[in-house]
């Protein structure tokens, strides 16, 4: 079973900074199996990133993913207002997990 | 486009069965994807429950214990959870995704979430 750790638990920016926010697996993920998500409050969740770098559709391109083996990174460029809210990752390269969250509010 | 649609009973008391249908439209589950069930305790993270093909073949997350039975209605293009002997803890916002590459791939589109409360 793949574990995956999210981090920082909390992200404190100001609207126009760069968020980078880390997910580290237990065990390598093969292929780049990697997804991340975001959601808001009371919502659900959104689809951001699949194979680790590849942006879902009408996803803006400030969002970026990358990494492999056992270490991710979501990069949103210049946060918006209406990109605070939690991200989550999954890892598919076995049974299907996801990290813990990270949460990015405003500072 | 795409949208799926839990439905099911808002509170379940304790040692009861939960059960919910996820109806989509705009895409027939009998042209592919597997079509899976995630759920959320309140204030906590995010736990894949399984997925179901159209054919009836099932995915459980093995961490789970096998309380969980999914099944699938191709001519209501739906599908179904039960979960049996519900226990406060099973207490959550339940959703339904549809899963792109094979039975456990990325989710996308979910559905809005159903809140289950279980309590006497």
């Known amino acids: 079973e793949i574990v995956l750790t999210q981090s920082p638990g909390t992200l404190s920016l100001s609207p126009g900074e760069r968020a980078t926010l880390s997910c580290r697996a237990s065990?390598?993920?093969?292929?780049?199996?990697l997804a991340w998500y975001q959601q808001k409050p009371g919502q659900a969740p959104r689809l951001l990133i699949y194979?680790?770098?590849s942006r879902a559709t009408g996803i803006p391109d400030r969002f970026s993913g990358s990494g492999s083996g056992t270490d991710f990174t979501l990069t949103i460029s210049r946060l918006e207002p209406e990109d605070f809210a939690v991200y989550y990752c999954?890892?598919?390269?076995?049974?299907?997990?996801f990290g813990g969250g990270t949460k990015v509010e405003i500072k | 486009q795409v949208q799926l649609q839990e439905s099911g009973p808002g509170l379940v008391k304790p040692s009861e069965t939960l059960s919910l249908t996820c109806t989509v439209s705009?895409?027939?589950?009998?042209?592919?994807?597997?079509w899976g069930w995630i759920r959320q305790p309140p204030g906590k993270g995010l736990e894949w429950i399984g997925s179901?093909?159209?054919?009836?073949?099932?995915y459980y997350n093995p961490s789970l214990n096998s309380r969980f039975t999914m099944s699938v209605d191709t001519s209501k293009n739906q599908f179904s959870l039960k979960l049996s002997s519900v226990t406060a803890a099973d207490t959550a916002v339940y959703y339904c995704?549809?899963?792109?590459?094979?039975?456990?791939?990325?989710?996308?589109?979910w559905g809005r979430g159903t809140l289950v409360a279980v309590s006497s």
């Open positions: 705009g895409y027939s589950i009998s042209s592919g994807y597997y």
């Open positions: 194979g680790a770098s």
């Open positions: 065990q390598s993920v093969s292929s780049s199996y």
């Open positions: 179901i093909y159209h054919s009836g073949n099932t």
């Open positions: 999954q890892q598919y390269s076995s049974s299907p997990a």
């Open positions: 995704a549809r899963v792109v590459r094979s039975s456990s791939g990325w989710l996308d589109p």
